[in-house]
Antibody
Framework: EVQLLESGGGLVQPGGSLRLSCAASGLTLSTSGMTWVRQAPGKGLEWVSSISSSSDNTYYADSVKGRFTISRDHSESTLYLQMNSLRAEDTAVYYCAKRAGGVAAIEWGQGTLVTVSS | QTVVTQEPSFSVSPGGTVTLTCGLTSGSVSHSHYPSWYQQAPGQPPRTLIS???SRSSGVSNRFSGSILGNKAALTITGAQADDESDYYCLLYTSSGIWMFGGGTKLTVL
């Protein structure tokens, strides 16, 4: 059974940085594509970023390109999302998800809340 | 820029059938967009119902089915039940590793 557990969310000031983690079990992270999705309070889902299974190609939504970086640590079975230059509009619950080929999200974590506010 | 479209809201009677759609403001949805459907109850993470047009996720009732209808992806729910009342989102692969969600459909069962 795939289990994904996000952590690292919290309150951060505008312009600040935060690194989210997603601990994965029940899958081999080194051969699994992964995705981050976010949901602002009261809003819909927004695809944020994906990483391919083995080639480590990375992809970003225009809204975060140049500010966010997706990466993974194979040995720790952990996916990361480094978020820099945070803005109020980045406030959201961030979910990590297992990707399957052209499907960005198959299995989901429970999410972690990021609040960007002064 | 192309946007993924969904009905903002839909209503179905208990026991009835409803079809939610997922389109593009420019062009047609096809299997190459790997359309996926997600159900989200309030305060819960999304749950994957359908992936790659019509592949039902493990544990998902066969009352849920996916297809391509005309130029859109479609999610059909048969025998609607009270606990089907949720938000439903579609997700499309657009190009070059970019995905887009639709705005979601709020389904009411009454």
């Amino acid at each position: 059974e795939v289990q994904l557990l996000e952590s690292g969310g919290g309150l951060v000031q505008p312009g600040g940085s935060l690194r989210l983690s997603c601990a994965a079990s029940g899958l081999t992270l080194s051969t699994s594509g992964m995705t981050w999705v976010r949901q602002a309070p009261g809003k819909g889902l927004e695809w944020v970023s994906s990483i391919s299974s083995s080639s480590d190609n990375t992809y970003y939504a225009d809204s975060v390109k140049g500010r966010f970086t997706i990466s993974r640590d194979h040995s720790e079975s952990t996916l990361y999302l480094q978020m820099n230059s945070l803005r109020a509009e980045d406030t959201a619950v961030y979910y990590c998800a297992k990707r399957a080929g052209g499907v960005a999200a198959i299995e989901w974590g429970q999410g972690t809340l990021v609040t960007v506010s002064s | 820029q192309t946007v993924v479209t969904q009905e903002p809201s839909f209503s179905v009677s208990p026991g009835g059938t409803v079809t939610l759609t997922c389109g593009l403001t420019s062009g047609s949805v096809s299997h190459s967009h790997y359309p996926s459907w997600y159900q989200q109850a309030p305060g819960q993470p999304p749950r994957t119902l359908i992936s790659a047009t019509n592949s039902r996720s493990s544990g998902v009732s066969n009352r849920f089915s996916g297809s391509i209808l005309g130029n859109k992806a479609a999610l059909t729910i048969t025998g609607a039940q009270a606990d089907d009342e949720s938000d439903y989102y579609c997700l499309l692969y657009t190009s070059s590793g970019i995905w887009m969600f639709g705005g979601g459909t709020k389904l009411t069962v009454l």
